[in-house]
């Protein structure tokens, strides 16, 4: 259903444009069409919406191809997931290629380009768009020559959706949803899509044809083309003639009558530029053009009544001219070069014309009929010489142009070409079934099982089709996740076996900790209780045997044949940071099952009050709006008092120089004071530097000259990265713990900044109040006066109370800074982490779902490494090695606006943005989490069996009730 006058609930804003559905294309699917009329092949735009199910394919979206060695396409490329747009006849006309990885099949993409060759930079006459940003990090980009006619509108000449060229083997694998083109306009991704102003993730909005302007293009290469031709467009009884002229060059003269509104682009600058209104006859011989003065030379008064001459036209500069007044009529300014545009209406007897904007007076009583290119008519006319011109006009028509179309509003599976822009460019499917119309959208994302999430080494991942739902194993004890994760409520899906018939309903009930199996719709009973923060897998074929839980039972139901269900439970490290997510295990080599989470009609009813397992069917996240509470921002120094913008007031600012060496991490936050600098790649105490940060502000802080330190805003070329968290502001009185404390907190995000003093020596232990009401999951302490004290960090995922050090590269141990393990109230410190009687300051996070995550991992050395689920996009990522040496390597989406996510800086280090592309830091950021692309060259991120705990914090949730999905990256 399409909708956009729905009202979200409390939030007082209008709803999102919602898709009704999509296509699945899944390997030989094919969309194709031939266009009847040469439309515009210099100036169009196609818009679409993909998600990627199956990645290394080299799927196309579009395509005007006769041959690998003529051709136009769209594709993403199977070596490395790229997105690459090429004209090709021999060798490149046009190709951009982008080296930005589109690797996430967790969510969709939105990709537009718009062509228009007519533009006077080269730059501007293709663009790439995903999600509403141009591309611009190109691959050496070759921009078509001025003019050109690109493949794309070519009258007689196969266009697909889907492939490259018939049977040329680049099969899309994805599925799309309202791909639209417009045939003479290039376009922005404003007209379809919007930031949503609560996440503001990019997301669709409803195309508007009355607000695209078409410009139609012509071309005079040879007279014929225009004998007895009315021309392709006609404006009334206009017609389009060729004339021979006395030099004969081919001479263009187009006849408008009545009223009109045009707009011109000329292929080259050229004079007898003109258009003339009304009928001009010649008395004199001397009647001319006088290029010297740039308009009609004075005309002779024996020109006679009723014979006036009433002339627009555009030269060297160009003119509403009117014989019957004196003057040379209204200068238009410079002239209007090639590309530019002229624009010329009438109403009535009115008529008006403006170049580039500019306006002249409008005069009045012109009602004649109008003529392109010809000063007058009878002999010695002034005609434009065309031989070898192309040109482009605008009557003023909008909409899709004659090529244009738009598919999927919504698809239906017995008419899948049909177009619904109203002008008839059906397209014809080929290789689709009823059920590759799916309810997958970008406004809805449907659970699938997951590319990036499964079994590597001795037991190979599954081949994933069908639009990630068949699963199909070539070994056992292979495996594979799902996308989407669940931490409450009741869910159901189904699942057939490739070696059966039988379908198996899976409900999982996280409010009640149970879940139940049904076999073609009737309940096999409650196969287990007391669920609770587990991942489960589901329905796969196999043989039956026993498998006995000890620790995180991952229960499965096998299909041992088509007359029976059985349950047993698998214990193993299959599951990922605590988020139950659909999970499909084999036991036997080539078994296959294809799963249904509800982007398809169900074979049975679910239960009562169970959901499809999708977005909108998700608990609307604690935080809708991340970045007000966490952000990154990347500024210069200027080393003189400038302001930085974060969005909101920070309590804790962390910031480092990005490329110089040398230089430490400082850490400035509320409760200390501005100007109180800690050092995360060192042991010092606190120093105080009045130049440095000043302020913290309501949209972010101001830094002095900081000709102290050199560490916030030195001038010369120095680059910086701040981290920036929301806490609650001025600091107050915490009497939670053993010894008073002084809080900053924002429960609601889950931080806290804490400020106190340690007790006496005389005892070991000390609590302190931290103001969250939940317990931290991560926690940061720092002896503030101690110019040798360690930086003591605990996290959720070490073992009891070991911590690891900040400032250095040891793994995790039990070093006694932390007396117990945080809860719900207090932290509990021991003199081993703070002296006594010195000042400290801890900053402390619990886990906010949908906008932050606190957990571990277990390498594979591998490029295709762990998938990390967060359930949101994440916008920083700290990552540390917890059973062995290794770095604190922090990484975000500032820094790497697009995969893979390579530049990292260490916490522990004085040193530079890290080339990850060298170093081998790589993680793809998701949008639901994170994947490891480091190999074992980098043991600190990947090793083989190595364990690792992160810190992540989102840039944009995944999705839930009434908010906007998060787009893939």
């Not at 996740?481 to 198996?504: L, M």
Request: aromatic share 12%; proline share 4%.
């Amino acid at each position: 259903m399409f909708s956009d006058t729905m009202m979200l609930g409390g939030s007082g804003r209008k709803a999102a444009f919602s898709m009704e559905n999509s296509l699945l294309f899944h390997g030989g699917q094919l969309l194709t069409r031939t266009p009847i009329v040469t439309g515009n092949r210099k100036t169009w735009t196609h818009s679409v919406w993909v998600r990627r199910s199956q990645l290394a394919d080299s799927g196309v979206l579009l395509s005007s191809s006769a041959s690998g060695v003529d051709a136009h396409w769209l594709y993403y490329t199977a070596a490395n997931d790229r997105l690459y747009w090429q004209d090709y006849l021999g060798g490149d006309r046009m190709a951009l290629r982008g080296i930005a990885n589109f690797r996430d099949p967790n969510a969709w993409y939105h990709v537009l380009i718009a062509l228009d060759t007519t533009q006077i930079v080269p730059s501007d006459r293709a663009k790439m768009y995903v999600n509403g940003e141009q591309v611009t990090a190109l691959d050496q980009p070759t921009y078509p020559d001025r003019f050109l006619d690109l493949h794309v509108n070519t009258s007689g000449r196969p266009h697909f959706i889907g492939n490259a060229f018939s049977g040329a083997g680049n099969t899309l694998k994805a599925a799309i949803a309202e791909p639209v083109f417009i045939d003479g306009a290039a376009l922005t991704p404003a007209h379809f899509g919007e930031f949503d102003p609560v996440t503001l993730s990019w997301r669709p909005k409803l195309f508007d044809p009355s607000k695209v302007s078409i410009w139609n293009s012509e071309t005079s290469s040879a007279a014929s083309q225009y004998s007895g031709n009315t021309g392709l467009f006609t404006f009334g009884n206009g017609t389009l003639d060729a004339t021979s002229g006395t030099d004969g060059a081919i001479k263009l003269n187009r006849v408008f009558s009545g009223d009109f509104h045009l707009s011109f682009r000329w292929d080259t600058d050229v004079n007898y530029r003109m258009l003339q209104v009304g009928v001009m006859k010649k008395a004199w011989a001397d009647a001319h053009f006088n290029p010297s003065n740039n308009h009609f030379g004075a005309l002779s008064d024996a020109y006679v009544a009723g014979n006036a001459v009433d002339c627009l036209f555009a030269q060297s500069s160009a003119y509403i001219f009117d014989t019957r007044n004196a003057g040379n009529g209204t200068a238009l300014g410079n002239d209007p070069a090639a590309g530019n545009v002229m624009t010329v209406s009438r109403s009535g007897g009115t008529v008006t014309m403006s170049v580039n904007g500019v306006s002249a007076n409008a005069e009045t009583n012109l009602t004649g009929d109008v003529q392109i290119g010809l000063a007058h008519s009878g002999s010695g006319s002034y005609y434009v010489d065309v031989s070898g011109l192309s040109w482009q006009f605008n009557n003023g028509d909008t909409g899709y142009g004659t090529n244009g179309f738009h598919l999927g509003k919504p698809w239906n599976a017995a008419s899948l070409g049909t177009d619904y822009s109203g002008r008839g460019n059906h397209w014809t499917p080929s290789g689709f079934v009823a059920s590759d119309v799916v309810l997958d959208t970008p406004t809805n994302v449907f659970a699938a099982l997951n590319p990036l999430s499964h079994s590597t080494g001795g037991y190979p991942a599954p081949t994933l089709s069908n639009g990630a739902l068949t699963a199909t194993y070539s070994s056992n004890n292979g495996w594979v996740t799902g996308t989407t994760g669940v931490s409450s409520g009741k869910w159901y899906w189904e699942a057939v076996s490739g070696a059966g018939t039988d379908t198996i309903g899976t409900a999982l009930d996280l409010d009640a900790g149970v879940l139940t199996f049904y076999k073609n719709g009737v309940s096999q009973g409650v196969a287990q209780t007391g669920l609770s923060g587990l991942y489960f897998p589901i329905n796969q074929t196999g043989s039956t045997g026993t498998w006995v839980g000890v620790t995180r039972q991952l229960p499965t139901n096998v299909f041992a044949d088509s007359s029976t269900v059985t349950y047993n439970s698998y214990s193993g490290n299959k599951y990922i940071n605590d988020i139950p997510t659909p999970y499909s295990v084999s036991w036997v080599a080539g078994t296959s099952t294809t799963f249904n989470f509800g982007q398809r009609a169900f074979a049975h009813t679910p239960p009562t009050g169970f959901k499809t397992l999708c977005t909108a069917n998700l608990p609307a996240p604690a935080i809708a709006k991340p970045y007000q509470h966490m952000t990154a921002v990347a500024y210069t120094g200027t080393g003189t008092a400038q302001a930085i913008n974060c969005g909101f007031q920070p309590d804790l600012v962390w910031i480092k120089d990005r490329n110089h060496n040398l230089y430490n991490h400082a850490l400035i936050d509320s409760v200390r004071g501005t100007s109180k600098m800690l050092f995360s790649s060192n042991v010092g105490g606190e120093s105080t530097y009045a130049d440095t940060v000043t302020a913290f502000t309501p949209t972010g802080f101001t830094l002095g000259a900081d000709v102290s330190t050199a560490l916030v805003n030195y001038a010369g070329g120095h680059n910086y990265i701040a981290w920036c968290w929301k806490a609650g502001g001025s600091a107050v009185s915490n009497t939670s713990g053993s010894i008073m404390s002084q809080v900053s907190a924002n429960p609601a995000a889950g931080f806290s900044v804490v400020g106190a003093n340690m007790g006496p020596v005389e005892l070991t232990n000390y609590t302190f109040g931290h103001g969250l009401g939940t317990a931290p999951a991560f926690v940061i302490v720092k002896d503030r006066n101690s110019g040798t004290a360690n930086w003591h960090v605990w996290h959720k995922s070490l073992s009891g109370t070991n911590s690891m050090q900040l400032n250095l590269i040891a793994a995790s141990g039990a070093v006694g800074a932390f007396g117990a393990v945080p809860d719900a109230s207090v932290l509990t410190l021991t003199t081993s982490s703070v002296a006594g009687g010195d000042p400290f300051v801890a900053y402390c996070w619990s886990e906010i779902p949908g906008y932050s995550k606190f957990g571990s991992y277990v390498g594979n050395a591998s490029v295709d490494g762990p998938f990390v689920y967060c359930g949101f996009r994440p916008r920083y990522v700290l990552i540390k090695r917890a059973d062995s040496i290794g770095d604190w390597i922090i990484l975000d989406t500032v820094r790497d606006a697009y995969n893979e996510t390579i530049t990292a800086l260490c916490a522990n280090s004085t040193g530079v943005d890290q080339d990850g592309a060298v170093n081998k830091y790589a993680i793809d950021v998701d949008a639901s989490g994170f994947k490891l692309r480091a190999n074992s060259v980098r043991t600190e991120m990947n090793e083989s069996g190595g364990t690792y705990v992160f810190a992540a914090f989102a840039e944009f949730p995944l999705g839930g009730g009434k908010v906007t999905p998060a787009t893939a990256r």
